[in-house]
């Protein structure tokens, strides 16, 4: 999703979401992902993002909880944020420095990603 808030129109086959580990936290995630039409997230744990890293809530709607992203945590990321809006609810996406440093995997999706970023990244520094 965050790339396509910068522009590049892809596919995407899930939502990923870098998120606070704490408890208090991953109980709030549960209770927002609980309107998913399976209540997928009801198997997640308080302690299976710290346990594992990632967690996928397949639902109709599959949504990635990562504890960290390229070795990037939550407290890292999230003050490196746009915020945008849609139909009324404020939503952050990582910036595409943030993201750029998010992509730095072998995957060739992530490979073609940082092509785009980078175009993006030196187009605003121009």
């Known amino acids: 999703m965050a790339m396509v808030a910068h522009g590049f129109n892809r596919g995407t086959e899930d939502i990923d979401l870098l998120v606070d580990r704490a408890v208090e936290n991953i109980q709030k995630l549960r209770q927002a992902l609980s309107i998913l039409p399976d209540n997928a997230v009801r198997e997640v744990r308080d302690s299976d993002i710290e346990e594992y890293g990632v967690v996928r809530v397949a ?5 990635d909880l990562m504890g960290a992203a ?5 407290q890292t990321a999230q003050d ?9 609810v404020r939503i952050p996406f990582a910036t595409p420095e943030l993201l750029l440093e998010t992509k730095q995997t072998v995957r060739e999706k992530d490979a073609i990603d940082r092509l785009y970023l980078k175009r993006i990244l030196s187009q ?3």
């Open 59 to 63: 639902d109709e709607v599959v949504v």
């Open 70 to 74: 390229c070795g990037i945590d939550f």
């Open 80 to 88: 490196r944020v746009v915020w945008k809006e849609f139909e009324g």
């Open 124 to 126: 605003a520094d121009s």
